[in-house]
Each structure stands twice: as C-alpha cells, then as structure tokens.
C-alpha cells in the first residue's frame, strides 16, 4: 500500500513534467536530472539531522515540539550573527553556537517542558507553538523581517563532465553526516546515551532502574536544539533565511518523522532523503517549481498518515 | 437550560446588538471598523471552537477556511461581477464544501497529528494561492473596485456574528453539542454509545468552516485588496486559538469574552509595541495551556461562580 | 417472564489475532434470550475481546455475530449500539469532564425528543443513586460511581442486550448488592438480555443462568453454575494439572 503510494508520489512530477514539457529525456536531461537527485539526497541529510532532534523528543517524551522549526531558523540566524558580527566561519562557531543550543534546550525542557510530560498531549503542543511564536517575533525584533543569507563557498564542484555539485551544499552534507553519526555512537555508546534509549523504551521501568529521567528529558532536549541548531547552520550557508521560514523547518521535519516512524531514527534518516529528493524532482520539472516545493512536505505526510500512520519503520502500536 | 434561561440569554444577545448596531457607527471610521474587526474574531474564535473546544480536534490551520472565503468572494465579485453580499454567501458554501473535502483525510488523524496536518493544510493553500495564478491573481493578489463600505461591512459583520452566536449557543446548549464533547472525552466510548463519530466530526468541521469563509469574504471587502501572504496568515488561526483558549474553550461565552478583551489588548499595544506584542502573545499561550487550560470560564468554574457543564 | 429458549444472539465461529497473539480463535455461543449469562475464564483468555468484536469496536478477522437474524460483525459500533446491544467498559470510559447528567444524556437516541431523553435521564440516575452527583464531572466520581454511572449510561436507550465488562472490579459490597439488584431487575422486570464478564466467582456463581468458560481464545465448557464448577475442563484452565 504504502509502496504503491510512494511510487506513484515519484512518479507525478515526471507526471507533470512530461505534460507540461519540462521533461526531455535527452543526454543534457538526464545529466541533470542526476545533479538534482544527488543534490537533494544530499540536502536529505541535513534535513535528517535535524529531524531526528524532532524525533528524539517525541521518542523519550512523546511530545512533538512543534517550535523546532524555529530553533532551526535561530541557528540560522546565530550562524548569521558569528560571520558577520564576530567574523567566524559559521562551521568553526558551531564550537560554540551547538553548546548554547544545548543550554537553551535543557532551560525549556527545565522550566517549560518537564512539567507537562505525560499529560494530555494537546498541552505541550500549545505550549511549544506559543514558544514558537515568541521566538519568531523575539527574531524579528532585532533582524526584521528581511531575508538574511550567508557568502559561504558558493563555487561548486565539478563531479564528471555534466553532473554539478555545490560546494556549500556537499560541506553541509559531510558536517550533516559527521554530525549524526557522532549521535548516533553516543545513543549506542555511552552511558547517558543508553539510559536515553532506556527511557524512549520504557519510561516508568528507566525511573525503577534508578534513571533520573527528568534529567534525561533535559540532555534529550539539549541535544535536540542542538541538532536543530545545527540544521540551521548547514541550512544557513545554503539559502535565504527570515525569521518566519522557521514553520516551514517544522513541518518538514514532521512529515520526515512521519515518514519515517516516530521515534525512529533511521527512519527519521530515510525520511529525510525521501523529502528532499521529492522536492528536488518538484523544483525540476514543475514549471514554477521552486515555489512550490513547500508541497512535497505537505503533500507527503498527509497521504502517509492517512495509508500507514506508524511511516515506514514505526512500530506496529504507539 | 430551561426555555427562561434562553430567553434571557437572547435578550441578552439582543441588548448587544441594539448597542453594536447604533453605538460603533455614530463614531469614526476607524472606530468602525475596530468594532468590525473586533466582531470578526468573536465569530473566528467561536467558530474554531467548534471543532477544537467542543469536540477536540485542536486546529492549527483554521486561517484556511477564512483565506477560501476571502479568495472566493474576491474573485466572485472581481472577476465574475456578483454582488458582495451574494459572493459572501456563496464564499459559506465554499468554504463548507472545502472543509468537508480535507476533512475527509484529516478528521482521521488524531491529537498532534490532526493540530498539524491542519496546518500543513493551510500552508499547502497558501503556496497554492501564491502559484494558482489564473485564479487567484498570485501574490499580486485582488483589488477590489475602491469604495467607502465601511458601513455596509460593518452590518453585514454584526449580522453574520448574531448568527454564529446563536448557531455556537445551539451547540453549546443541544444534544448535538453534548455528543461533540462525547467525542472530545472519549471517541471509542462515544461510538459504542451510540454516537456515529465520522459525521458528527465532518458535521462540526463545516459548521467551524462556514462563518470564518463568510466572515473573511466581509473583511476581504472591506479592506478591498487581498494577497495571499496576508489572508492565509498563522497569526490568524493564532488569534482564533488563543481568544478562545483564554475565554475558555467548550463554552459559548468563553471565545466572546476572550475575543473582547484579547483583541482590544491587541489592538492597544500593537500600534505601539508591534513586535513586542506578538512575543507576548506566543507567551501568553504558553501560560494559558500551562496554567489556565480551560480559561477564564474553567476559572469561574472551579471557584463555584459558574455550574460545570453546559447542558444542566 | 416465562421459561424460554429463545437465543438472542448467536456467536459463529468468531476468530480475531493481534500478531501473533491468538485473542479468539474460531469461538462460538448462542446467548439465551430474558436471561443473566456469565462469560468467565482466566485473564488474557479473549473475553473483552469478545465484546470488541461483538459491538464492532474491533473488526473479526472471521466469524459471525448473528442478532435478529443479521451479522453485525464488522458494522461499526454506533451501528451495533443503535440495533440494541449496550454496554460497558472493563475500565471505565466516562466522560471525565463533562457532568454526570450530561454523560447520561450523550447516550440518548436522537429519534426520541430531548425531553423524553432528559426524563430518562433523570429517572436512571434515581436508579443508581447519582441523582446527588448530576451536576458533578464524571472525573471527579469515584471509580464505583464511574461503574454506576457507566451502567446507568449503557442503559439509556432501552436496549435489549447489556454486555457488561467486570461490572463488580473496584465496587464495594454494598454499591454491588444495589447493581446486582439493578440487572436482576432489568432481567425479571423488563426481560433483557444480559452477558456478564466476571471474575468475582460470587457473582457469576450467584447470579447468572448460564456460564460460557473461555480459555486460550476458545470456549472450553458452558453450563448451568454447578455444571461449571466440577467441569474438569474448567478447573484445569483455572488451576492449571492437578
Ligand atoms: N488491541 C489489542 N492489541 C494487541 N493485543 C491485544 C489487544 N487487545 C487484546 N489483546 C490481547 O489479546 C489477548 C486477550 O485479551 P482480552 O482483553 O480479550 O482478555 P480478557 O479475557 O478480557 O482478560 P482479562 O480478564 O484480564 O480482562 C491478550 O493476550 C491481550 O494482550
Ligand atoms: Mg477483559
């Protein structure tokens, strides 16, 4: 069922594309065709990463944080600020942009989030939305409305004789890959890492086992807005920033985690490529493209919640 | 509720309008339509309530049926000549028809997953109406003919939320209202009782579709040019949510009052603190789900001011 | 009411599997008409499932529920409880924040006028003694009252056939003597139809005409009460080999 979805979901830009003669089918097409599929797996990766700050949440919380999306664009905009007010390289700062992402993810999780966990679920989703907002106009209260964007390596590198990659963008993809797996051996790993999987398992045997899990909650939502963050450094030296793109962060990740299972990683990964790719094929062959590909997130994750609501690799029961 | 009960309450109601319908106009043009907008969020915010107070279906995309009634009843009068008033009314019909073709998927899904496909459903629209050029104009958006109809608008408002209150009160006061909180309570319970969930679902998403569709039809009119930035705006479906929030979701009062005192606040400190107002309005949801989650009306409730339910 | 055979509802051969897990494997049983039944057997044995299948809660993977000569197997609840089969839930499902009044009135017909559904109402509370409570939320009851109200609730729009889920779990005993004299009365005096799950062996014991024992999905025996209690069948299921 779900495969049958996807493949006539790939199938309609090419669809669209032949109808409304976007699509050649030449040597030329076919060599782009192949740059945009490789760049959109590649931005998949970014996207991935941090979706899987999203799924993590929801994972050892069950809550779906619904101002990720502007955590990303506040790391956008803490890149922003590192290059053009202290000169550093937006990559090098993450040295220090990351950490305060952590903190800033451990205070919400502290002073907001912890009461509210295993409540009704509509609470928390109110109140991520309500900090979403505040964040957006806190923003654009000192950046305006006006998109920002950052000059970070926009040569590109020439893979064969036709297929093109962005240099910016294969960067992003390393830091994205070098990033999540670095997650993903400290989950595996180490001690807190384990006990975090432990509470996404079971919370109330996590706590018998002598778990603080509240202090789990707060390191889980840490590394969360940290991921996010990140996200929005990768993001930053790719494209055009305002503070109100951070929505559309939000419901990418959310349709990446519904694609992929919630609270699953991997799939959260897979998710991820899918997403992007599908918006790479609507960019081009659509006419107008570009403008419309807010839809492939949409569109995706309202058909996957409908034909199979745990995603690809959700387990069977919530 | 005894037949006295309504009886006062519709006095009540018609108190309200007496006052609205000869107080507002006698003042300014700008007084006017604060008192417009003002009535349009008394009939958003009771609209929302519907569906996400009364039955449970939290929306995070509500601004999408006020964006189709705006877009409707612009390109009705724009590009087919109607008249504004028979546009509004064929926008209600729009925007029924509408809910019930994304409620069919999405009143499937549950909790987040409902709060969030909304909202995608809303955003979907709005980069449909940006790309829809040969209907929608794009992001030029529609002008309208430029006149002065504040006055016109003004009463077609009043009229339009007489008739949603009095739709709201219905619900909030019929069996048809008890059986939408069932579903809030309890969906599986609700349909082993008797209650055929699928349709009463479907049933509260159009009537919550149908006047913010009119309402914006109104509202596009009177502000005679719309684009799609500003009509599909979240800050919209924001301002629905937390009027009702405040007030008290699943009562009838609760979104008016909310909408009285939030939207006056707003319109007070907005001209002054524009930014700074929108951050207070993101905390000010984070505390009322936090601390206040059944409102003003909950409060009232929980100290014996007010009886607990709505059907007694 | 007059002896009769009568069967009210036929269970065929009903069959539902989760995974792996086979909940009800090919069961079946005719439930008397006018009479208090017992379903009975050991936890995880398929009885709430059961009564899943039988109000649509949950589709079969095969079988038949026969009822007034229709299966109703795989309608979906409402549809079931609009024919005349109510219940109630092994934990409680009122409605938490709705009053008590209301609770009773969201399981009203909408066929009958509100002020026939508000009489109802009122006189089933009268029943189960929550008058005092009408204007209290459900939540704030306490999980004996819940069951009561619950009961009352299942019994709004007449029905002809009660399927109720450990009706007794959680009540004290003189909250349960009045709900025992409640169904006695419902079966003596209106002639319903009532199937009780139930592991208090008192009340099965005590109350009921006719006991179906399940185990492992399937129907092990069905008797009379002292049948039951030297079915070998039973004692194994119950106390494991002797
Ligand atoms: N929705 C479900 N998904 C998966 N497994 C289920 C589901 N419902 C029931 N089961 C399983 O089916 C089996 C039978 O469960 P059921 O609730 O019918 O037992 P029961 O006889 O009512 O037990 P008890 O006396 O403890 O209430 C159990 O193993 C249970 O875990
Ligand atoms: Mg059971």
């Not at chain 1, 654009?140 to 409305?145: N, S």
Request: charged share 15%; net charge neutral; proline share 3%.
């Amino acid at each position: 069922m779900l495969a049958g979805f996807l493949v006539i979901a790939y199938s309609l830009p090419f669809a669209i594309g032949i109808y409304t003669e976007n699509v050649f089918f030449d040597r030329q097409w076919l060599a782009d065709l192949a740059t945009v599929v490789l760049n959109g797996v590649m931005q998949g990766g970014v996207y991935a990463m941090f979706a899987v700050g999203l799924t993590m949440i929801f994972g050892v919380m069950r809550i779906i944080n619904v101002a990720h999306g502007e955590m990303v664009m506040l790391g956008a905009y803490l890149s922003w600020m590192s290059f053009f007010w202290l000169g550093f390289d937006p990559l090098l700062a993450m040295v220090f942009t990351l950490p305060i992402a952590f903190g800033l993810g451990w205070m919400i999780q502290k002073f907001l989030l912890n009461a509210v966990v295993g409540g009704p679920e509509l609470t928390p989703l109110l109140m991520t939305f309500g900090l979403g907002l505040a964040m957006i106009y806190a923003v654009e209260a000192v950046f305006t409305t006006d998109f920002k964007s950052i000059p970070y390596a926009p040569d590109s590198f020439q893979l064969t004789e036709t297929i093109v990659v962005g240099k910016s963008r294969l960067i992003s993809f390393v830091m994205a890959l070098v990033i999540s797996v670095g997650v993903f051996m400290f989950l595996k790993k180490h001690r807190i890492g384990k006990a975090i999987r432990a509470t996404s398992q079971n919370a109330d045997v996590a706590m018998v086992c002598g778990i603080n899990i509240y202090g789990i909650y707060m390191v889980t939502s840490g590394i969360s807005a940290a991921l996010a963050v990140a996200g929005g450094v990768l993001v930053s030296i790719q494209f055009g920033f305002n503070p109100e793109t951070g929505i559309i962060y939000t419901l990418q990740a959310f349709a990446i985690i519904v694609l992929g299972g919630r609270g699953h990683y991997i799939g959260a990964m897979i998710g991820g490529v899918m997403l992007a790719v599908m918006e790479s094929l609507i960019s081009f062959m659509l006419p107008n493209g570009t403008a419309l590909v807010e839809i492939a997130a949409y569109g995706l994750m309202i058909f996957v919640l409908l034909i199979r609501p745990r995603g690809l690799m959700g387990p069977k029961t919530d | 509720m005894s037949t006295r009960d309504n009886w006062r309450n519709l006095g009540f109601l018609a108190g309200w309008v007496v006052l609205l319908l000869f107080v507002p106009p006698t003042f300014s043009i700008y007084i006017r339509s604060f008192f417009m907008f003002l009535m349009m969020y008394v009939i958003l915010s009771l609209s929302w309530n519907i569906i996400s107070g009364y039955t449970g279906y939290i929306s995070f995309g509500h601004v999408v049926f006020y964006g189709i009634g705006t877009y409707a009843t612009a390109i009705l009068v724009v590009d087919y000549g109607w008249h504004w008033i028979m546009a509004v009314a064929a926008s209600g019909l729009v925007g029924a028809i509408f809910a019930i073709l994304i409620g069919y998927p999405v009143l499937r899904l549950k909790g987040p997953y409902f709060a969030i496909a909304m909202l995608g459903a809303a955003e979907g629209t709005r980069v449909i109406a940006i790309n829809w050029v040969s209907l929608t104009h794009g992001a030029d958006g529609i002008a309208y003919p430029n006149i002065e109809n504040s006055f016109e608008t003004y009463i077609a408002m009043l009229v339009l939320m007489v008739i949603a209150v009095i739709v709201a009160y219905w619900v909030g006061h019929s069996r048809f209202g008890i059986r939408l909180n069932a579903i809030r309570e309890d969906e599986i319970a609700a349909e082993s009782l008797g209650v055929n969930t699928t349709f009463y679902k479907m049933a509260a998403l159009v009537l919550s579709a149908i006047f913010p569709a009119m309402a914006g039809g109104i509202q596009g009119y009177k502000t005679l040019y719309i684009e799609p930035e500003s009509e599909f705006f979240i800050l919209i479906t924001i301002y629905m949510k937390l009027f009702a929030m405040f007030g008290g979701k699943g009562t009838v009062i609760g979104p008016v009052l909310g909408a009285f005192i939030l939207y006056s606040v707003q319109e007070y400190t907005w001209i002054r603190f524009p930014t700074a107002h929108l951050i207070t309005f993101g905390i000010f949801i984070i505390l009322v789900a936090r601390f206040m989650p059944r409102g003003l009306i909950g409060f009232a409730v929980d100290r014996g001011w007010a009886r607990k339910g709505m059907v007694h | 009411m007059a002896e009769t055979n009568e069967i009210a509802l036929q269970v065929k051969d009903l069959k539902k599997h989760f995974g792996g897990i086979k909940a009800v494997d090919g069961c079946s049983f005719d439930l008397p008409k006018g009479k208090i039944s017992g379903l009975i057997g050991p936890n995880g044995s398929g009885k709430t499932t059961i009564f899943n299948l039988m109000t649509g809660v949950l589709g079969a993977d095969s079988g038949e529920v026969v009822y007034r000569g229709e299966n109703i197997v795989n309608l979906r609840p409402y549809q079931v409880f609009n024919k005349g089969i109510s219940r109630t839930f092994q934990i409680t499902r009122i409605y938490r924040e709705m009053t008590v009044f209301e609770n009773m009135l969201s399981a009203s017909s909408m066929r009958v006028p509100e002020s026939e559904a508000r009489e109802q109402a009122e006189k089933l509370m009268e029943f189960v003694t929550l008058t005092p409570l009408r204007g209290e939320y459900g939540g704030n009851l306490s999980y004996g009252q819940q069951k009561l109200l619950e009961f009352a609730r299942a019994l709004m729009t007449d029905p002809e056939i009660i399927l109720l889920d450990e009706p007794a779990a959680g009540v004290n005993r003189t909250l349960l003597q009045n709900l025992l004299a409640h169904i006695h009365h419902l079966q003596e005096e209106e002639g319903k139809t009532i199937l009780i799950i139930e592991h208090d062996m008192n009340v099965i014991m005590n109350h009921c005409e006719k006991i179906f024992v399940m185990d492992y999905g399937v129907k092990i025996a069905e008797g009379l009460p002292d049948e039951i209690q030297n079915n070998e069948y039973v004692i194994e299921a119950y106390f494991g080999h002797k």
